[in-house]
């Protein structure tokens, strides 16, 4: 069965370092998502990327994050310089389109800023 | 923007029993609402789903209810096992953009054997 894959499973970095967090969303898939998980709250939505570009955003999403398709296959969440509060799992999803509703996660990224 | 609260945050049952999580969600726009279930150190994954011209949908020992009027919606395990033992999400979105989903808080249910 396909899936979201991701990586790295855990990253531990310095406050004010670069991070890149990487997914491959599944091959026929259109959509893509990233989402943030801090520990033991809810699962919050980051961004939304189609066609090259983002469609859309939330208030999270500020110019400390950017995402880029850079090739065909790999979707990635860059966080420019990272804060505490950063600290969190990172979801990658990805859906066929839009409006058919179901997401595919992949397992996460667990990213810990020192 | 859309609010998701859902309750109960612990729910433990025996094996066997049903188990029902509720959820309530503020924006009448909103008309796509799914249930994920996140097992320890994985992502959610879709279990069912529910959209607003339904009022119930079933799926085995699965079932979702959907009351526009109240704005609130319920999931609901029959015949639990162990292995349902979980974090279950509720979430609400407008399915002309599924993909931006607010979520619940999540319930965390165990099944007691």
């Known amino acids: 069965e396909p899936e979201v894959t991701q990586t790295p499973s855990h990253q531990v970095t310095q406050m004010g370092q670069e991070v890149i967090l990487r997914c491959v969303p599944i091959s026929n898939h259109l959509y893509f998502y990233w989402y943030r998980q801090i520990l033991g709250q809810k699962v919050e939505f980051l961004v939304s990327f189609y066609n090259n570009e983002i469609s859309e955003k939330s208030e999270i999403f500020d110019d400390q994050f950017s995402v880029e398709r850079p090739d065909g296959s790999n979707f990635t969440l860059k966080i420019r310089s990272t804060k505490l509060e950063d600290s969190a799992m990172y979801f990658c999803a990805s859906s066929r389109a839009a409006n058919t509703g179901e997401l595919f996660f992949g397992e996460g990224s667990r990213l810990t800023v020192l | ?113």
Request: hydrophobic fraction near 30%.
């Open chain 2, 1 to 113: 923007g859309e609010n998701v609260e859902q309750h109960p945050s612990t729910l433990s049952v025996q094996e066997g029993d049903s188990a029902v999580i509720k959820c309530t969600y503020s924006d009448s726009a909103s008309n796509y609402f799914p249930w994920y279930k996140q097992e320890l150190g994985k992502g959610p994954q879709l279990i069912i789903d529910i959209r607003s011209n339904v009022g119930e949908k079933k799926d085995q020992r699965i079932a979702v209810t959907l009351n526009k009027t109240a704005k609130h919606f319920s999931l609901h395990i029959t015949e639990t096992q162990p292995e349902d033992s979980a974090v279950y999400f509720c979430a609400a979105s407008k399915d002309t953009n599924a993909g931006k989903s607010t979520f619940g808080d999540g319930t965390t249910l165990t099944v007691k054997p």
